[in-house]
Protein backbone atom coordinates (compact mmCIF):
# COMPACT_ATOMS: atom_id res chain seq x y z
CA UNK A 1 0.00 0.00 0.00
CA UNK A 2 1.47 3.36 -0.76
CA UNK A 3 2.08 4.65 2.69
CA UNK A 4 0.51 8.55 3.41
CA UNK A 5 -0.59 10.86 6.40
CA UNK A 6 -3.05 8.43 7.97
CA UNK A 7 -1.69 4.66 7.05
CA UNK A 8 0.61 4.44 10.23
CA UNK A 9 -2.32 5.41 12.38
CA UNK A 10 -4.48 2.69 10.58
CA UNK A 11 -2.28 0.21 10.74
CA UNK A 12 -1.87 1.28 14.44
CA UNK A 13 -5.34 0.38 15.07
CA UNK A 14 -6.02 -2.31 13.33
CA UNK A 15 -2.66 -4.12 15.22
CA UNK A 16 -4.17 -3.16 18.42
CA UNK A 17 -7.72 -5.00 17.61
CA UNK A 18 -6.49 -7.83 16.63
CA UNK A 19 -3.63 -8.10 19.24
CA UNK A 20 -5.18 -10.72 21.12
CA UNK A 21 -5.49 -12.96 17.87
CA UNK A 22 -1.84 -12.91 17.10
CA UNK A 23 -1.14 -13.87 20.71
CA UNK A 24 -3.61 -17.08 20.22
CA UNK A 25 -1.45 -17.79 16.99
CA UNK A 26 1.69 -17.48 18.46
CA UNK A 27 0.92 -20.21 20.93
CA UNK A 28 0.96 -22.94 17.97
CA UNK A 29 4.74 -24.23 17.49
CA UNK A 30 6.62 -21.87 14.71
CA UNK A 31 7.47 -25.36 13.01
CA UNK A 32 3.89 -26.11 12.89
CA UNK A 33 3.13 -22.95 10.83
CA UNK A 34 6.22 -23.15 8.31
CA UNK A 35 5.11 -27.01 7.82
CA UNK A 36 1.69 -25.66 6.49
CA UNK A 37 2.81 -23.14 4.40
CA UNK A 38 5.60 -25.13 2.47
CA UNK A 39 3.09 -27.96 2.02
CA UNK A 40 0.52 -25.65 1.05
CA UNK A 41 -2.20 -26.48 4.12
CA UNK A 42 -4.11 -23.60 3.41
CA UNK A 43 -7.07 -24.79 4.50
CA UNK A 44 -5.48 -25.89 7.78
CA UNK A 45 -3.89 -22.35 8.20
CA UNK A 46 -7.61 -21.04 7.79
CA UNK A 47 -8.81 -22.98 10.70
CA UNK A 48 -6.35 -22.36 12.88
CA UNK A 49 -6.78 -18.24 12.12
CA UNK A 50 -10.09 -18.24 12.71
CA UNK A 51 -10.29 -20.72 15.67
CA UNK A 52 -7.55 -18.10 17.30
CA UNK A 53 -10.13 -15.38 15.80
CA UNK A 54 -13.66 -16.70 17.07
CA UNK A 55 -12.44 -16.44 20.92
CA UNK A 56 -12.48 -12.01 20.15
CA UNK A 57 -14.19 -11.33 16.78
CA UNK A 58 -17.70 -11.93 15.26
CA UNK A 59 -17.56 -15.09 13.06
CA UNK A 60 -15.91 -14.00 9.61
CA UNK A 61 -14.46 -11.09 10.34
CA UNK A 62 -10.69 -12.11 10.49
CA UNK A 63 -9.37 -14.69 7.99
CA UNK A 64 -6.48 -16.14 6.15
CA UNK A 65 -6.20 -14.48 3.26
CA UNK A 66 -3.84 -15.58 0.36
CA UNK A 67 -1.47 -17.97 2.14
CA UNK A 68 1.74 -16.16 3.43
CA UNK A 69 5.21 -16.84 4.17
CA UNK A 70 8.03 -17.21 6.30
CA UNK A 71 11.69 -16.90 7.18
CA UNK A 72 13.73 -19.14 8.38
CA UNK A 73 17.60 -20.13 8.17
CA UNK A 74 20.46 -20.75 10.87
CA UNK A 75 21.13 -17.54 12.14
CA UNK A 76 18.04 -16.45 13.04
CA UNK A 77 14.77 -17.03 14.86
CA UNK A 78 12.14 -18.30 12.37
CA UNK A 79 9.48 -16.13 11.00
CA UNK A 80 5.74 -16.41 9.80
CA UNK A 81 4.18 -14.25 7.60
CA UNK A 82 0.24 -14.59 7.06
CA UNK A 83 -2.25 -12.82 4.91
CA UNK A 84 -5.21 -11.98 6.81
CA UNK A 85 -8.41 -10.44 5.40
CA UNK A 86 -10.60 -8.55 8.10
CA UNK A 87 -13.66 -7.55 7.32
CA UNK A 88 -15.73 -5.57 9.99
CA UNK A 89 -18.58 -4.89 8.15
CA UNK A 90 -18.19 -1.94 5.29
CA UNK A 91 -14.77 -2.31 5.56
CA UNK A 92 -12.12 -4.99 4.02
CA UNK A 93 -8.82 -5.04 5.12
CA UNK A 94 -5.97 -7.01 3.58
CA UNK A 95 -2.70 -7.05 5.61
CA UNK A 96 0.18 -9.28 6.43
CA UNK A 97 0.85 -10.74 10.15
CA UNK A 98 4.40 -11.12 11.12
CA UNK A 99 5.15 -13.81 14.34
CA UNK A 100 8.41 -13.86 15.24
CA UNK A 101 10.23 -14.63 18.66
CA UNK A 102 8.53 -13.14 21.27
CA UNK A 103 6.52 -10.09 18.67
CA UNK A 104 4.04 -9.65 16.06
CA UNK A 105 3.51 -6.93 13.60
CA UNK A 106 1.64 -5.68 11.11
CA UNK A 107 1.20 -4.28 8.01
CA UNK A 108 -1.37 -3.49 5.63
CA UNK A 109 -1.52 -4.18 1.95
CA UNK A 110 -5.28 -2.48 1.41
CA UNK A 111 -8.06 -1.19 2.79
CA UNK A 112 -11.41 -0.51 0.97
CA UNK A 113 -14.33 0.63 2.32
CA UNK A 114 -17.48 -0.20 0.89
CA UNK A 115 -18.87 4.06 0.79
CA UNK A 116 -16.22 6.15 1.24
CA UNK A 117 -15.74 9.96 2.15
CA UNK A 118 -13.92 11.87 1.00
CA UNK A 119 -12.71 12.64 4.46
CA UNK A 120 -9.51 10.56 5.54
CA UNK A 121 -10.14 10.82 8.74
CA UNK A 122 -13.77 10.35 8.26
CA UNK A 123 -12.99 6.74 7.02
CA UNK A 124 -10.35 6.14 9.84
CA UNK A 125 -13.06 6.68 12.30
CA UNK A 126 -15.42 4.55 10.41
CA UNK A 127 -12.83 1.70 10.69
CA UNK A 128 -12.72 2.02 14.16
CA UNK A 129 -16.18 1.86 14.80
CA UNK A 130 -16.74 -1.27 12.86
CA UNK A 131 -13.51 -2.96 14.26
CA UNK A 132 -15.27 -2.32 17.58
CA UNK A 133 -18.68 -3.59 16.58
CA UNK A 134 -16.86 -6.78 15.12
CA UNK A 135 -15.49 -7.58 18.81
CA UNK A 136 -16.93 -9.37 21.60
CA UNK A 137 -17.04 -7.08 24.22
CA UNK A 138 -17.50 -7.95 27.92
CA UNK A 139 -20.90 -6.22 28.40
CA UNK A 140 -22.12 -8.69 25.51
CA UNK A 141 -20.03 -11.67 27.16
CA UNK A 142 -22.13 -11.04 30.53
CA UNK A 143 -25.48 -10.70 29.30
CA UNK A 144 -24.80 -14.47 27.29
CA UNK A 145 -23.38 -15.72 30.66
CA UNK A 146 -26.80 -14.45 32.19
CA UNK A 147 -28.57 -15.78 29.58
CA UNK A 148 -27.03 -19.73 29.59
CA UNK A 149 -27.24 -19.74 33.60
Keep these: MKKCAYSELREKIVADAIRPVA??????DAADLISMLRFECHGNLSDLV???????????????GSGGDYKLDWESAPEVILDLELKPGGVTVYAQLAL??????LEINHIAFQH??????????????????????????D???????
Excluded: H, W
Design 100 to 105: RGEEAG
Design 116 to 141: PSDDQEENTAYLVQRLNASRFTCAAT
Design 23 to 28: TELRLI
Design 50 to 64: SSAAELYFLPGTVNL
Design 143 to 149: ACMQIAS
